[in-house]
């Protein structure tokens, strides 16, 4: 299988071109210094040239408050590039995967969302981030896959961009204090298994369409914490803070589980949060020895 990742040096991005790599794929890695993902020329001849199989677009514009200023650019990229890539992945007979976020909900709900749950956005980046998931639809064979507070990157790897959950286990290891929501619950998703996710979907020939893939449960930021803590064995510094109290420009979903249970009806089996840190943590660990 050729693969084609967009935004390859990313996040999320470099574990999926990894991840497809070491299953044997041909893995064609554009970087945004190799392609403009809003020069839509650019875009259709990449993909006219490359002849993928499956187009993984790994893109986005992530600065939630921002957003709020840069409206456009954040439309731009989280949207309209979206429809170009889809349809080029359409016109070369490519499943096309594209990521989306919590976000799209408005927070106000007292169980797991799932996807048949009306999206209500409250942000700039969030409807952004919407209407990329219509724009999407593009392509006939595609995959729509909601991700929440993706962690893992290692210090140093490739698209280290420290996340919410790397900065909180980077200060439990140094012994600070460590700033923590406790009425913000969310579903966290491993970036490794995000990545083993996509590539299942497209390989088991599941139903296009739109799945939220997050690891199982839900936790707020106060209890993901104690967990990480508890597994590296340090008493964990924590300051505990309301959502009210922090001064965010753009507003967030307060409860944003998710729920991964068409994911598992497809096929899909994600591992419980506690077990993906754990595994993040032992990835650290490694890494610190070497």
């Known amino acids: 299988m050729r693969v084609l990742v967009i935004e390859a040096a990313g996040h999320l991005g470099s574990a999926v071109a990894a991840h497809f790599a070491a299953a044997g794929a041909e893995v064609v890695a554009a970087t945004r210094e190799v392609v ?14 490359a002849h993928p199989q499956a187009v993984v677009n790994c893109s986005a514009y992530t600065d939630v408050d921002r957003a709020e200023d840069e409206p456009v650019e954040a439309l731009n990229v989280n949207a309209f590039a979206v ?15 594209h990521y989306s976020t919590d976000f799209v909900f408005d927070g106000n709900a007292s169980q797991p969302y799932v996807e048949e749950d009306q999206p209500n956005p409250r942000s700039a980046y969030a409807c952004s981030k919407l209407v990329g998931e219509w724009m999407a639809r ?26 919410s959950v790397d900065r909180i286990v980077d200060g439990l290891a140094e012994g600070r204090d460590v700033p923590v929501f406790v009425d913000r619950t969310v579903s966290p998703s491993y970036h490794l298994d995000v990545a ?38 340090v008493t964990p510094r924590l300051v505990p803070m309301r959502m009210a109290d922090a001064a965010l420009r753009a507003c967030r979903p307060q409860y944003c589980a998710l729920s991964n249970a068409k994911l598992l009806r497809s096929g899909v089996a994600m591992p419980a ?13 490694r890494a610190w020895r070497s």
């Open 273 to 285: 949060w506690q077990d993906a840190v754990g595994r993040y943590l032992h990835a650290r660990r």
């Open 36 to 49: 403009d993902v809003c020069d839509h020329r650019a875009v259709d001849s990449l993909v006219a040239r």
């Open 138 to 163: 593009e392509a006939p064979r595609h995959y729509v896959l909601r991700v929440e507070s993706v962690f893992g990157g290692l210090p140093g790897a490739p698209g280290a961009r420290r996340t």
């Open 196 to 233: 083993a996710a996509t590539q299942t979907l497209i390989e088991a020939g599941a139903p296009a369409g739109l799945y939220h893939c997050v690891n199982s449960g839900s936790c707020t930021w106060e209890e993901l914490a104690r967990e990480a803590a508890a597994q590296m064995g």
């Open 83 to 97: 429809r170009v890539l889809a349809s080029a992945a359409a016109a070369s007979g490519a499943v096309f995967v």
